[in-house]
């Protein structure tokens, strides 16, 4: 088995580490408040008293403290215990410090991969969970077990580390855009006296749909450029747009949120897009850049 070091152990340090432990390794652990590492003097962890010992403990060391910013000044003030180690940032941050953390590690002789988390801590080690790598490909060849056994659905997306800030926001949008949406249907309910239990009950339905159908028309048509095909084109959403949020308009209700959608497809059906997918609408959007 690999020797492993765990620097930070907070909700999510704490459930890395322990997930390593079940699969064998040699793990040694740190945290800057001792306290939180007390949990693990009771396992098959070895404890240590500073990040310094817990970095040349091991090969490979897995930071996950509070933010990019905070990883690298934890590294600048041991600079020569990086030399030779291949460091797994799993902190959070924007796309400048994550690339500046990258030439950091490799200027004081170590390598680098960064990952963004898509799971809370309960989740670490279970089928679905995944970790979104970026960074030197040896690093993450090297680093890939271990990641797989944190969270098997990782995937590798390249060797730009700012690209995992910018598709945390692309992945963040849709999943908090199906909540607001369910929060307004919630809304539109209570205007028109359909109870809310049946309106609940429903949505189960209604999300596997975005899940499953919307996600492969995605695929099928904005990679490709190729917009044409069956599906329900853009007139028809156009159509029951006016026809559904009408009603709730003329109730009262606040339609903040789908004014925002009639506007955009009223853009594309003004441009001439009716007979082409919904998806087609990022063309009005790419006018706005």
């Not at 000044?73 to 690339?99: C, F, K, N, Q, Y």
């Not at 790598?133 to 730009?160: C, F, K, V």
């Not at 904005?222 to 159509?239: A, N």
């Not at 497809?265 to 007979?275: D, N, Q, V, W």
């Amino acid at each position: 088995m690999a020797k492993l070091s765990v620097l930070g152990l907070g909700d999510m340090g704490s459930a890395l580490a322990r997930v390593l432990l079940e699969h064998g390794h040699d793990v040694t652990v740190w945290n800057r408040s001792p306290d939180r590492a007390a949990p693990f003097a009771d396992t098959a962890a070895i404890v240590v008293g500073t990040a310094g010992e817990a970095i040349a403990a091991s090969p490979v060391v897995l930071i996950c403290i509070s933010t990019h910013s905070e990883t690298q000044a934890l590294l600048d003030a041991i600079p020569e215990a990086v030399e030779g180690r291949l460091i797994v940032e799993l902190s959070t941050g924007d796309g400048p410090t994550a690339a500046a953390l990258e030439k950091r590690v490799a200027a004081l002789g170590g390598t680098c991969v960064l990952g963004m988390i898509l799971a809370g801590p309960g989740q670490i080690g279970t089928e679905d969970t995944a970790f979104l790598m970026a960074g030197d490909e040896d690093g993450w060849l090297r680093s890939e077990e271990y990641i797989r056994q944190l969270a098997p659905a990782s995937d590798y997306i390249g060797d730009n580390v700012a690209h995992l800030a910018d598709l945390f926001s692309a992945l963040f949008l849709p999943r908090q855009g199906a909540m607001f949406g369910m929060i307004y249907g919630a809304h539109f309910c209570e205007v028109a006296g359909v109870p809310m239990e049946v309106y609940v009950k429903q949505l189960p339905a209604a999300m596997r749909v975005a899940t499953s159908l919307y996600a492969k028309t995605m695929a099928d048509t904005i990679p490709s450029g190729d917009f044409s095909g069956s599906g329900s084109p853009l007139k028809v959403y156009e159509q029951a747009f006016r026809d559904g949020f009408s009603s709730f308009r003329d109730r009262g209700a606040n339609t903040e949120l789908s004014d925002l959608f009639e506007d955009l497809i009223a853009r594309g059906m003004a441009k001439g897009l009716g007979e082409e997918h919904l998806t087609s609408l990022i063309k009005i959007l790419r006018e706005g850049r």
